[in-house]
């Protein structure tokens, strides 16, 4: 039996060999692509078109035709392969866009010729290329998801997206596609590649090409789940973004990973034998790509992340066409005359609600199996979290050999958990890249979410600041003694409590700074710092800074603001959050930002800048990908324990045996 896919679902693919056949409603291109666990092309030869068509493993149709049929052998498929795509591209001098043709349908085909999985992409308008599906690796095993992710600006914008630089984009899409066309010479057809290829530039002179270098493609910057709601009652960014526009891309990989060396990564582990044929594959901790294994556990925890987020779109895709195709055939009954009159209208009513039950039973069944594998597979991952990523009642903390003073920074810090209400007690964590690059808010205020507005102001204010404390434990914790360095603003004194751990251990730069000069003292230390560094490596001498710059990274811990703060002390504030990652100097808040309304919209772009946390569950965070209302829970240390007194210890200890 097929399974009909929608966008975003995924089907196990238990065979090595195997047909992806396409049926377009007009004459098409269809290409496969190679790309890495991350989706970034992978290698020199990332495409099989007309003119290249066999890759390792996969054979691409050879002409322009409105059937194509792709032969796969799986085993044959490069290792470091672990996507391969569909695509599917208008030629030049066809229709203007997908959303003028018919509907494509894609399927995987067994050896025999029974169709495992098809996808009819639906939806598309004004694109002009699509990935219509990808066959991937999960665990050791193949599936197949439903993708239909489509590109106004053609197959260079495609290419692009996967990673290739514009000018090689460009170039390989117009050799792809110049083979739908071989004998075009006229300037409307070439003017036609150049828009299918994405290549929109204006043609250059002999001597702009001579003084003009390859197109420089920016590093994507590091991203991490954004706020998808905008906070109560201020201008806030577009859903997925605090900038507005399309939500950013997730980026895999660490600005430390050695990307130039010839190294080979750390062999990841292999995944278990299933326990019983035609089952999947028992999960394995670091079952993914990078040069160790803190890095592989990131990729992982991300990998279960999107799989998460996919696989609860499709769910609620199919829930949402069963719904209107329920719709669609009650109307259609109830607007039939001998349906009212002859009393039929009771009978196709109920025929349309059982085939609803039945589509969703069928997709639950689907999530059910998926959830119950990524269950598995966290059940596994979570005990082998290092420090810097697992939860305070992990038993690595209460482990003195495996919490040992760490010899290098950490790659990223866990913030709290992450789940959506299909099944909330499946909870991933949620990384953030380290350095922090963006600034965290921790709202302490009553108005942020339900839960925010049932609590009392006094115990909101102080579960806030106890986590803004812990997360400064964990940062202390996990780098090396020297290297990290904590100061406190508390000008109020209001957050003595919670901040008495780190007082008593003697961790901090200085004792939590009071009152309005304590305020002004402390930015003015950082903001010298951060323009000293500035200039410093402006001028390639980083080594000439004055003796008394601290050169590690620095937290500056806010609580309570605006208190105390006046308007130059606000300036300086957001020009910490704006200057300071860069050079090491980052931005932990705990604020109301209603109590901070009457600076106006001037501090709207410090909010905005900020990853808002909260220190009660909310559902304010979306994922990059589908964009789910997450819901967040802070993680904090077990009422009673003394696992951060006991961090700080070790804290203190590695500091005394790394001073001269």
Do not use: C
């Not at 018919?102 to 050896?111: H, I, K, Q």
């Not at 110049?178 to 409307?188: D, I, L, S, V, Y």
């Not at 696989?311 to 039939?336: K, Q």
């Not at 208190?563 to 980052?586: I, K, M, S, W």
Request: hydrophobic content about 40%; overall charge negative.
């Amino acid at each position: 039996m097929t399974a009909e896919l929608v966008r975003g679902q995924n089907h196990p693919v238990s065979h090595s060999r195997v047909e992806i056949r396409v049926s377009a409603g007009t004459p098409v291109l269809a290409l496969a692509s190679l790309a890495d666990e991350q989706g970034r092309f992978a290698g020199d030869a990332v495409l099989a078109h007309p003119g290249a068509r066999s890759l390792p493993g996969v054979q691409a149709p050879g002409e322009l035709a409105d059937r194509h049929t792709f032969a796969v052998d799986l085993d044959a498929v490069a290792a470091e392969v672990h996507r391969v795509g569909v695509l599917l591209v208008l030629p030049p001098g066809g229709p203007a866009r997908f959303g003028s043709v018919p509907a494509s349908y894609v399927a995987v085909a067994d050896p025999a010729g029974g169709e495992l999985a098809g996808y009819t992409l639906t939806g598309l308008e004004a694109e002009t290329a699509v990935v219509a599906l990808e066959l991937y690796r999960r665990q050791g095993a193949w599936k197949v998801r439903a993708v239909g992710q489509g590109y106004a600006d053609g197959l260079g914008a495609l290419l692009t997206d996967g990673g290739l630089p514009a000018a090689d984009a460009t170039a390989l899409a117009a050799a792809a596609l110049r083979t739908a066309a071989p004998a075009a010479q006229g300037e409307g057809t070439l003017a036609a590649l150049r828009t299918l290829a994405g290549d929109l530039r204006a043609p250059q002179t002999p001597a702009q090409n001579a003084t003009q270098g390859p197109a420089a493609t920016p590093e994507p910057t590091d991203q991490i789940p954004v706020s998808g709601v905008p906070y109560a009652g201020t201008p806030g960014p577009a859903p997925g973004g605090d900038t507005g526009g399309s939500p950013p891309t997730i980026n895999y990989a660490h600005p430390r990973r050695r990307r130039t060396s010839t190294e080979p990564p750390e062999p990841a582990p292999r995944a278990a034998a299933p326990q019983e044929p035609g089952q999947p594959p028992r999960p394995v901790a670091g079952d993914a790509s990078g040069w160790s294994m803190e890095e592989r556990l990131y990729n992982q925890v991300w990998g279960m992340f999107e799989d998460l987020a996919r696989t609860v779109a499709a769910y609620r895709s199919a829930v949402e066409f069963a719904d209107n195709r329920m719709d669609r055939e009650l109307d259609e009954a109830l607007s039939d005359p001998r349906h009212r009159l002859g009393g039929s209208g009771n009978a196709a009513r109920d025929t349309a609600r059982a085939r609803r039950e039945e589509l969703v039973a069928q997709a639950r069944a689907v999530l059910d199996r998926d959830l119950v594998q990524l269950i598995a597979e966290s059940e596994v991952v979570e005990p082998a979290l290092p420090s810097a990523y697992a939860r305070w009642d992990n038993p690595v903390w209460h482990d003195s050999r495996a919490t040992a003073p760490p010899e290098e920074n950490p790659l990223a810090l866990r913030l709290g958990d992450l789940s959506l209400p299909e099944r909330p007690d499946l909870r991933i964590p949620m990384l953030m890249r380290v350095p922090l690059e963006r600034g965290i808010w921790i709202d302490n205020g009553r108005t942020g979410s339900e839960a925010a507005m049932a609590m009392d102001t006094d115990r909101l204010r102080r579960a806030a600041m106890d986590m803004a404390v812990a997360h400064a434990v964990r940062l202390l914790a996990v780098h090396p003694g020297d290297r990290f360095s904590v100061h406190v603003i508390d000008a109020a004194g209001a957050g003595a409590a919670s901040l008495a751990p780190l007082v008593r251990a003697g961790v901090l730069a200085g004792p939590p700074a009071a009152g309005a000069h304590g305020v002004t003292q402390t930015l003015a230390g950082l903001t010298r710092r951060v323009d000293l560094v500035q200039m410093a490596l402006r001028a390639g001498a980083p080594e000439d800074l004055p003796p008394d710059v601290d050169t590690a990274e620095q937290l500056l811990l806010v609580h309570d603001f605006p208190h105390g703060f006046d308007d130059r002390a606000v300036t300086q504030l957001r020009y910490l959050a704006d200057e300071g990652p860069a050079v090491g100097v980052h931005l932990l808040m705990v604020a109301d930002r209603d109590e901070a309304s009457a600076y106006g919209p001037l501090l709207d772009p410090l909010w905005r800048s900020l990853m808002r946390l909260s220190p009660v569950p909310d559902s304010h965070l979306a994922d990059p990908w589908v964009h789910h209302a997450w819901t967040f829970e802070p993680d904090l240390p077990p009422q009673g324990s003394r696992v951060l007194e006991q961090a700080l210890d070790r804290v203190v200890e590695a500091r005394r045996t790394t001073r001269p």
